[in-house]
């Protein structure tokens, strides 16, 4: 099956700087890439999300970079705010199911 | 904002109580998911479906059954509930093929 791996656990920026979160798998079928956001009290939401015949994607101050040679992909997150703060997901999917990674908590500080 | 509705939000229940969690969908996708998460974040499957009649174990073993009799309801049901199963429950859906999952708003869980 496959094995998704998220780093870091926890990162603390200040804001207005970056915001990187790693993410590698193990199945090189996976072909779907999407990242969550998840608030405190709520369930998570899609915020990018990348097919493996795409290297790279950006919307406004969020970007997602997909190398399938080494089976890794970033979430890139630019002049961070406060409400960017909240736990990070990264997926892999093949079709029918989404095996996640372990979460990063990200906090922006004022 | 996605049409996934998960019920109660919050439900405190003694120990050996039936329970069961909604999960309602009104987006026509015929694969939904169970996820179970716990306070260290992580999200671990526990169920899913891939239609009306079918229903897989996930990767974590759990002790809920699900059932899925009609397209847009995946409920969860604890027989016997025990403080173990104290967690957060997360509800998912998705169209199918490479597209995004939908999640509920999650039930937390505390037995008692």
């Known amino acids: 099956g496959e094995n998704v791996e998220q780093h870091p656990s926890t990162l603390s920026v200040q804001e207005g700087d970056s915001a990187v979160i790693k993410c590698t798998y193990s199945?090189?079928?996976?072909?779907?890439f999407p990242w969550y956001k998840q608030e405190l009290g709520k369930g998570p939401q899609l915020i990018i999300d990348?097919?493996?015949?795409?290297g790279e994607k950006k919307d406004q101050r969020i970007a997602v970079t997909l190398n399938k040679t080494a089976k890794h992909f970033s979430l890139h997150i630019t002049e961070t705010q406060p409400e960017d703060s909240a736990v990070y997901f990264c997926?892999?999917?093949?079709?029918?199911?989404?095996?996640f990674g372990t979460g990063t908590s990200l906090t922006v500080i004022p | 904002e996605a049409d996934i509705y998960q019920t109660p939000r919050y439900l405190v229940i003694g120990t050996g109580k039936k329970i069961t969690l909604e999960c309602s969908q009104t987006m026509g996708h015929d694969k939904m998911y169970w996820y179970q998460q716990d306070p260290g974040m992580e999200l671990h499957l526990i169920h899913y479906s891939y239609g009306v009649n079918s229903t897989e174990k996930g990767d974590l073993s759990s002790e809920s059954t699900v059932s899925r009799i009609r397209t847009e309801h995946f409920p969860l049901t604890l027989e016997s509930a025990r403080p173990s199963h104290t967690s957060q429950y997360l509800c998912?859906?998705?169209?199918?093929?490479?597209?995004?999952?939908?999640f509920g708003q999650g039930t937390r869980l505390t037995v008692v």
């Open positions: 997926a892999a999917s093949k079709g029918n199911q989404f095996y």
């Open positions: 998912a859906s998705g169209g199918g093929g490479n597209t995004e999952a939908f």
């Open positions: 990348i097919r493996s015949n795409v």
């Open positions: 199945d090189s079928a996976s072909n779907y």
